[in-house]
Nanobody, 115 residues
Framework: QVQLVESGGGLVQAGGSLRLSCAAS????????MGWYRQAPGKQREWVAN???????NYADSAKGRFTISRDNAKNTIYLQMNSLKPEDTGVYYC?????????WGQGTQVTVSS
């Protein structure tokens, strides 16, 4: 079992920045895949970025150049640094990990970007 707790969301003006954190209940060192997803009101959840155990990262086109995903294995935490935020980035942001063949989600943190 892995519990994930997101934090760092909030209300920010367009052009601003936020840093999201996702703390895991146990070591994530062996978790090959960890990712961030978001769900806007009335829309399906979508992938934003992910990071592999070796540090390689992937980003959705909407996040490239503005968001940075990182992981701190010693703190069992992943981060999503979001810069140049746009109103369309508004939504609930979730982190996800896959371990032992099981998918785990956090409860989400709300990000609201005002125009």
């Amino acid at each position: 079992q892995v519990q994930l707790v997101e934090s760092g969301g909030g209300l920010v003006q367009a052009g601003g920045s936020l840093r999201l954190s996702c703390a895991a209940s146990r070591s994530i060192f062996s978790n090959n895949y960890m990712g961030w997803y978001r769900q806007a009101p009335g829309k399906q959840r979508e992938w934003v970025a992910n990071i592999w155990q070796n540090g390689f990262t992937n980003y959705a086109d909407s996040a490239k150049g503005r968001f940075t995903i990182s992981r701190d294995n010693a703190k069992n935490t992943i981060y999503l640094q979001m810069n140049s935020l746009k109103p369309e980035d508004t939504g609930v942001y979730y982190c996800q990990t896959v371990t032992d063949g099981l998918v785990y989600w956090g409860q989400g943190t709300q990000v609201t970007v005002s125009s």
